[in-house]
């Protein structure tokens, strides 16, 4: 089952935001949001904080998956309009939050979105300053038996996290757990290290889970969550074979993408942003042909 509509998942989870800036409000004696979408989507997490919350200054953590412009993108607003926020995320998170040149990109990626959207707020990513390094094996006890459990998941980038709480077998993990589109297939989003991303999925197997919270479009819940790992590794491992076939056939990189993009792009059920698609796309297909060459 897919869970699409914002709102109350269990008492201490809520999903804040919209299918697209997806959040997530876990609720104990202090609480915390799981990532925080594009800068654009500030001002609705920031209303819906003070919905669920009554008020926003009862937020206390903001823990981010990865460092991408998409999740970590209204963090700097909502530390503005929250003082005593404090930030999570993992220690190569941290180090690129340092680098200028990575915050700038960041902010640049946010605003093309902003100058779209004619906001009447300010809501420039300005950068984070991490408050907390997030390593395998953390615990954040939040209190009133909400407690996270950190688990490093690289693969999707040398930065990702996710987040499982044992007390209702549920795991937050972004894009490490791949992105599903159209009829129950899983796109693989291995940006960063192919062999990672899979042994972070076989991990992320192990786990008992009923919710999988997803980078974008909902949160899958029961017997699919149960399977959503797994399936996700089957859907990578035969997406590489796929591409691994047509090298094989002699063909060029190049040529390689073109052929993915046909198949997968035009079938019109993946709602990604084009350019985002195709970098995502070529940073794969180049995985798969350097790691044929270490055979
Ligand atoms: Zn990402």
Redesign the pocket.
């Known amino acids: 089952m897919l869970i699409s509509s914002t709102g109350e998942i269990t008492p201490r989870i809520f999903f804040l935001g919209n299918l697209v800036q997806q959040v997530f409000l876990i609720r104990g004696r202090e609480n915390a949001l799981i990532d925080a979408g594009m800068s654009i989507g500030g001002p609705l997490i920031l209303s819906d904080l003070k919905q669920y919350l009554g008020d926003e200054n009862l937020l206390h953590w903001n823990l981010l998956?990865?460092s991408?412009f998409?999740?970590a993108g209204s963090t700097p607003y909502l530390k503005r309009k929250i003082p005593g926020l404090k930030i999570g995320a993992s220690p190569v998170a941290g180090q690129i939050f340092q680098n200028p040149r990575a915050v700038e990109l960041i902010r640049s990626l946010n605003q093309d979105l902003e100058r779209a959207a004619h906001l009447e707020e300010d809501v420039t990513f300005t950068g984070i300053e991490v408050d907390r390094i997030l390593k395998e094996g953390d615990i954040l006890n939040l209190g009133e038996g909400a407690e996270i459990q950190v688990l490093a998941t690289p693969g999707?980038?040398r930065c990702?996290i996710s987040f499982y709480l044992p007390g209702d077998q549920a795991v937050f993990c972004?894009?490490a757990g791949g992105m599903p589109y159209g009829d129950g297939d899983i796109m693989p989003?291995f940006?960063a290290s192919l062999p990672d991303y899979v042994k972070s999925l076989e991990r992320l197997a192990r786990l008992p889970v009923q919710y999988v919270g997803l980078?974008h479009g909902g949160i899958v819940a029961g017997d699919e969550a149960r399977s959503y790992f797994s399936r996700s590794r089957d859907f990578t491992r035969s997406f590489q074979d796929e591409i691994t076939d047509l090298f094989r056939k002699g063909r060029e990189t190049r040529e390689v993408v073109q052929a993915l993009e046909e198949r997968y792009y035009n079938s019109g059920k993946i709602s990604q942003p084009y350019r985002a698609f195709m970098l995502n796309l070529e940073a794969m297909v180049k995985q798969v042909r350097e790691l044929r060459k270490s055979d």
């Open positions: 998956t990865h991408h998409d999740h999707h980038t990702s972004a894009e989003e940006l980078a």
